[in-house]
């Protein structure tokens, strides 16, 4: 059975033949590579942004910028490149793909290609590896309306000294064993709690509920900064929707009146069933209240 995602796209037939960025050179997808040797592909070293051009200008730009450049330099990963000369690679790719709206981008950038096939970040000598990939990418039809499964899964996210969440790093093995215990337990994707057992996040995206009128996500100690998840905040305290960043367990999500996903892709993916237990009565009420205002808001950042 095909399982709905968070980023299920209608096919497009132009990104079989779409140019991608690496290190400042355009290659056709199926001549673009990296080195075996490489860093992000030995051993995940690396840091990514996933964003979408909107009539031209890419959304939230300087929001995504902060997140990537303040985790690279987290990790001693000096970029090379400026926030400008990044948006500059970003709008080329875009414009020799001849993309300006409907389109997803994945900026890549790691510590680029050891001398030995070895752990030590002294080894990668070479400079950053910097990928752009930007395909025409619409959300399926349906997506926000129909809603997705989600099951509990054992595997946990995660403790800021183990590896903390707020990295948007490469190394997602975390997130994939959520993905494919969500799987075969016949779910769509994976609701992961943090390490004290309150409800955390998904494999891909963060996690909101609402309950009688009130909006809720989880105290963002143990999960992906987002940049929607943000916005959405920001958007419920503007216009009067009460919201809440705390601690709540399974109990509380069950009996939530509606439950959505924030990210890039999809931008507020309905949830319509947790461990096989439907959400709400289906109306979603405030999900697409905020939905609509999430819209006007990409309006304004792009205009």
């Given at each position: 059975?095909?399982?709905?995602?968070?980023?299920?796209?209608?096919?497009?037939?132009?990104?079989?033949?779409?140019?991608?960025?690496?290190?400042?050179?355009?290659?056709?997808?199926?001549?673009?590579?990296?080195?075996?040797?490489?860093?992000?592909?030995?051993?995940?070293?690396?840091?990514?942004?996933?964003?979408?051009?909107?009539?031209?200008?890419?959304?939230?730009?300087?929001?995504?910028?902060?997140?990537?450049?303040?985790?690279?330099?987290?990790?001693?990963?000096?970029?090379?490149?400026?926030?400008?000369?990044?948006?500059?690679?970003?709008?080329?790719?875009?414009?020799?793909?001849?993309?300006?709206?409907?389109a997803h981008?994945?900026?890549?950038v790691t510590?680029?290609?050891?001398?030995?096939?070895?752990?030590?970040?002294?080894?990668?000598?070479?400079?950053?590896?910097?990928?752009?990939?930007?395909?025409?990418?619409?959300?399926?039809?349906?997506?926000h309306t129909?809603?997705?499964?989600?099951?509990?899964?054992?595997?946990?996210?995660?403790?800021?000294?183990?590896?903390?969440?707020?990295?948007?790093?490469?190394?997602?093995?975390?997130?994939?064993?959520?993905?494919?215990?969500?799987?075969?337990?016949?779910?769509?994707?994976?609701?992961?709690?943090?390490?004290?057992?309150?409800?955390?996040?998904?494999?891909?995206?963060?996690?909101?509920?609402?309950?009688?009128?009130?909006?809720?996500?989880?105290?963002?100690?143990?999960?992906?900064?987002?940049?929607?998840?943000?916005?959405?905040?920001?958007?419920?305290?503007?216009?009067?929707?009460?919201?809440?960043?705390?601690?709540?367990?399974?109990?509380?999500?069950?009996?939530?009146?509606?439950?959505?996903?924030?990210?890039?892709?999809?931008?507020?993916?309905?949830?319509?069933?947790?461990?096989?237990?439907?959400?709400?009565?289906?109306?979603?009420?405030?999900?697409?209240?905020?939905?609509?205002?999430?819209?006007?808001?990409?309006?304004?950042?792009?205009?």
């Open positions: 059975m095909t399982k709905t995602t968070t980023h299920d796209a209608d096919d497009d037939p132009r990104n079989r033949d779409i140019q991608i960025y690496v290190n400042g050179r355009f290659y056709h997808r199926d001549q673009a590579s990296v080195s075996v040797y490489d860093s992000g592909f030995l051993l995940g070293d690396g840091m990514w942004e996933g964003m979408r051009i909107h009539k031209g200008k890419w959304a939230f730009f300087d929001e995504h910028m902060d997140r990537l450049y303040n985790s690279c330099k987290a990790v001693s990963l000096d970029i090379g490149m400026s926030k400008q000369q990044m948006l500059e690679a970003l709008n080329a790719t875009a414009e020799i793909n001849g993309i300006t709206n409907d981008c994945r900026l890549m510590r680029g290609v050891k001398v030995k096939p070895f752990q030590h970040p002294s080894l990668s000598r070479s400079g950053p590896t910097i990928v752009i990939i930007v395909e025409h990418s619409r959300p399926k039809e349906g997506l129909k809603g997705i499964s989600l099951a509990t899964v054992p595997q946990v996210r995660g403790l800021p000294m183990s590896q903390d969440a707020k990295y948007n790093s490469h190394s997602k093995l975390n997130c994939v064993i959520g993905c494919l215990q969500a799987e075969q337990a016949g779910a769509d994707e994976a609701l992961m709690l943090d390490p004290h057992g309150f409800v955390n996040t998904t494999n891909a995206c963060n996690f909101f509920i609402v309950r009688r009128g009130e909006v809720w996500t989880s105290t963002g100690d143990y999960c992906m900064n987002g940049v929607t998840r943000q916005n959405v905040i920001n958007l419920c305290r503007d216009n009067g929707i009460p919201v809440f960043e705390k601690n709540f367990s399974l109990y509380e999500t069950y009996g939530a009146d509606e439950a959505f996903l924030t990210g890039t892709f999809g931008a507020q993916t309905p949830v319509a069933t947790i461990d096989g237990k439907e959400i709400g009565q289906g109306d979603r009420v405030v999900t697409q209240r905020i939905q609509g205002l999430y819209r006007d808001l990409i309006q304004r950042n792009t205009a």
